[in-house]
């Protein structure tokens, strides 16, 4: 097992390309629900290329439905990387995603294919390009400069959550992941530890590893990436993608969510780390914790896989995809149909100001390091589920350029 203290250091590629050596790459960037995969996938119709994954849940095989994943029938024959791929109980971090995404990318050019990055995870993003991952730390560091180096305004996406009155379990933990940082502050230091805990839960970057010299200031700088990059940022307005996220939702619930949610749902089970951090599992743990053994479905633990089911996990999912249609249609206010409601909208609120997160930091990315990035709109695309526009708009912006030595076909 890799050590938790390996430096984080570049992998051994070389010398540093020139401008004129650097392999050419596409970020498709925007918020949950733009219409990033679909841009993506159809620019294949007129580009030899290859999508590589840059959603932090949809790098984990399962909760297809929640994550959603562009189904096989969706991918259209295009080649996916990193999607569905890593085990969802082991945290795939921005130093993992980087170190899978490099080879790739070089077989992908090897193959005279365009490398197409989608996603809306940034950090993943930022340190595939950036030469620099932030290094070592120091006792000065605040969330400010956290926030500030990962090109965060706010916390993000997830977020560890200790017991305020229960340092010494705060500590210990540090102590188990970073024992250089741990050694650095006071045990009863609740707020650094909990700070350091983060850091560490969002990136994969040890604490006491997070600053060195100039490597702050160099994260995300274009002058410095690895790849000459084209930026498009698919981008919708706030009504249009707040409708789209509630009507995405509940799709989602018609799907079989619920079923994906129920297979993973373990009362003892780490939610701060791999995928059981997705929107849209936490929030149904009250429901579930309620409805299981209300219906005779309890399970038991289990030292080898964690848990146990007391009936099939084939019977639990029909009997709940079934029951859970007859909760939503109940006409009286029972307790499991305010629990279930109620965890749906949290999915649709949580989900509405992930938007808004995303959105903000890519006008970060170009504000603080200067991303030259290409705005397509997707408005009439989400309305009318039609992507030939942003196709058009795509070519029509000056960046026929870029995809010129890739061309297969003209419109």
Not at 228 to 252: G, K, N
Not at 259 to 277: F, K, M, P, S, W
Request: net charge negative.
């Amino acid at each position: 097992m890799e050590s938790l203290v390996t430096s984080l250091s570049n992998p051994s590629d070389g010398e540093p390309r020139s401008d004129e050596e650097k392999p050419m790459v596409v970020v498709i960037m925007g918020a949950t629900g733009a219409g990033k995969s679909r841009l993506a996938i159809d620019l294949a119709d007129y580009f030899p290329i290859e999508i590589i994954n840059a959603d932090s849940m949809q790098v984990y095989s399962g909760l297809d439905v929640l994550t959603n994943k562009v189904t096989l029938d969706e991918q259209k024959g295009v080649t996916h990387h990193l999607l569905g791929t890593e085990n969802p109980n082991v945290e795939f971090t921005a130093k993992l995603f980087r170190d899978s995404a490099i080879p790739l990318i070089d077989e992908i050019c090897s193959r005279h294919h365009l490398p197409v990055i989608v996603g809306g995870t940034n950090y993943y993003i930022q340190a595939l390009l950036s030469p620099f991952l932030v290094d070592e730390s120091t006792n000065s560091m605040d969330d400010g400069s956290i926030r500030k180096a990962l090109g965060e305004e706010e916390h993000p996406d997830f977020q560890v959550h200790y017991e305020e009155n229960n340092c010494s379990y705060s500590f210990d933990h540090l102590k188990d992941v970073d024992p250089v940082a741990a050694a650095r502050i006071h045990p009863n230091n609740l707020r650094k530890i909990n700070q350091y805990l983060n850091l560490y839960a969002h990136s994969g970057i040890l604490p006491s590893k997070f600053y060195q010299e100039k490597t702050v200031e160099n994260w995300g700088r274009v002058e410095n990436f690895r790849y000459h990059c084209c930026f498009i940022c698919v981008d919708a307005s706030l009504p249009v993608l707040d409708q789209y996220v509630e009507e995405r939702v509940d799709v989602m619930v018609d799907r079989g969510l619920l079923n994906e949610v129920c297979d993973i749902y373990n009362i003892n089970a780490d939610y701060t780390r791999g995928l059981r951090q997705a929107i849209g599992v936490r929030e149904f743990e009250n429901f579930l914790r309620v409805y299981l053994p209300e219906v005779g479905h309890a399970r038991v633990n289990d030292s080898d896989c964690g848990f146990i089911y007391l009936v099939p996990p084939d019977k639990i999912n029909q009997d709940l995809e079934e029951n859970m249609k007859e909760i939503l249609r109940s006409a009286t206010e029972n307790r499991l149909k305010v629990l279930l409601e109620g965890a749906i909208d949290n999915v649709k609120a949580n989900t509405r100001r992930l938007v808004r997160r995303q959105k903000r930091r890519i006008q970060r990315l170009q504000v603080l390091y200067g991303w030259d990035i290409n705005f397509v709109d997707s408005t009439e695309a989400i309305l009318c589920t039609n992507v030939s526009r942003m196709i058009l708009s795509v070519i029509s912006r000056g960046l026929w350029g870029f995809f010129l030595p890739f061309t297969v076909q003209i419109f």
